[in-house]
């Protein structure tokens, strides 16, 4: 027997046997009330796919009943079908005013009542299998967050270990050159891991629908581009960095220094290696432009999908492909802030990717204050 339930509502006991009787088929469970407020007792204690209720009983009749039900939380959602031997069009409207869902008229037809009985039990069982997904799917969510969470906290440590000890290498008087070069492959090697860890972490953060948090404050682009820069190009980027206007404005300076490092990495790792990334930061009448270009070229067909997560600039066979979060996070980063992110790509002119920022950072979700 399936494990679904149907309320049956009649006054008169041979209507409640024959209504299950007629029912037998679809093996469900009844639950039989011969008045409204047994009715209203079996509901409180029960879980109904639906009510079928006679118009017409002694005290509370089917409408009334039906009102009941509608005016509570945890019986609101449930079908009312009502049977009645009456045939007045004015009190078939009165029913569907009280919440019915249809009515059948007695003496009732078998057929007829086991089949739009059986629509609504499958209807039922159908949101029940969804909300056990979804209650799964939630599960899951939260596991994977506290996951990230766990994760970001016990690599960090690790790594500043790492960033710490390759910089004592390198300051050993007696480092030979092989010894700092391979302080400085550690270093960079760390920094990349750490910049995945947060990646990650943000992604987890937005993926379970959580907003990605920017905390704005009076700044100016071309410092946070050329702190970035700089770092970069310690770990062996080459960039030219052209500024011209006013590039003071409202932003969230760590955020923004979060996703210029993506870019300038992404253009360094899959551009020209004989040509410098050109990195374009100008002050325009109605906010400030960011441009990245190389000589490298993103294929037609990844293009579409570029700010998607876990999608590449590189086809599947390319040994450099990564995971595919930078240039997500720069679309989030961006997109919290308010500013759009777009590419141009081909293989005669190179590829350059520009974000464009108003000077006040009106985000469309997660921002707070500076107190």
């Known amino acids: 027997m399936r494990n679904v339930k149907a309320l049956l509502v009649d006054d008169t006991e041979e209507n409640l046997v024959a209504l299950e009787a007629l029912l037998q088929p679809l093996e469900i469970q009844y639950l039989k009330a011969r008045s409204g407020p047994e009715a209203l007792e079996l509901l409180l204690r029960h879980e109904v796919a639906l009510a079928l209720v006679d118009v017409h009983m002694p005290g509370m009749d089917g409408f009334e009943l039906a009102e009941y039900m509608r005016s509570t939380e945890r019986t609101r ?7 009645t ?3 007045d069009p004015a009190r078939v409207f009165e029913g569907y005013e009280a919440g019915a869902v249809d009515f059948l008229h007695k003496p009732l037809d078998g057929t007829v009542l086991v089949s739009k009985v059986k629509v609504f039990v499958e209807l039922f069982e159908q949101r029940k299998q969804l909300a056990e997904r979804l209650a799964q799917l939630e599960g899951s969510l939260r596991m994977n967050e506290l996951f990230m969470a766990v994760l970001g906290h016990d690599l960090r440590s690790p790594l500043s270990v790492v960033t710490m000890g390759a910089a004592a290498l390198q300051q050993l008087p007696d480092a030979s050159p092989a010894v700092c070069a391979l302080a400085r492959r550690m270093n960079n090697s760390a920094r990349r891991m750490e910049r995945l860890v947060t990646d990650l972490t943000d992604v987890a953060r937005v993926r379970n629908g959580q907003p990605l948090l920017v905390r704005p404050v009076p700044c100016e682009l071309d410092e946070v581009v050329m702190k970035v820069v700089q770092e970069l190009e310690a770990q062996g980027g080459r960039f030219v960095v052209e500024v011209t206007g006013d590039l003071r404005g409202q932003w969230d300076p760590e955020r923004l220094a979060q996703a210029v490092t ?4 992404n253009a360094v790792e899959h551009g020209d290696g004989d040509a410098p990334v050109r990195v374009y930061v100008e002050g325009r009448a109605t906010g ?5 270009h190389n000589r490298g070229s993103i294929p037609q067909d990844l293009q579409a999908a570029l700010f998607e997560p876990f999608r590449t600039t590189r086809h599947p ?15 989030q980063i961006v997109r919290a802030h308010a500013g759009t992110v777009t590419v141009d790509s081909d293989p005669a002119r ?3 990717f520009r974000i464009d920022l108003q000077r006040v950072c009106h985000a469309e979700s997660g921002i707070e204050g500076v107190g």
């Open 262 to 265: 993506n870019l300038l990495s």
């Open 288 to 292: 400030v432009r960011l441009s990245v």
């Open 85 to 87: 031997a009456g045939r």
């Open 350 to 352: 190179g590829t350059t």
């Open 317 to 331: 066979g390319d040994r450099r492909r990564g995971l595919g979060l930078g240039l997500y996070i720069v679309h």
């Open 77 to 83: 959602s449930v079908p009312i079908v009502f049977l």
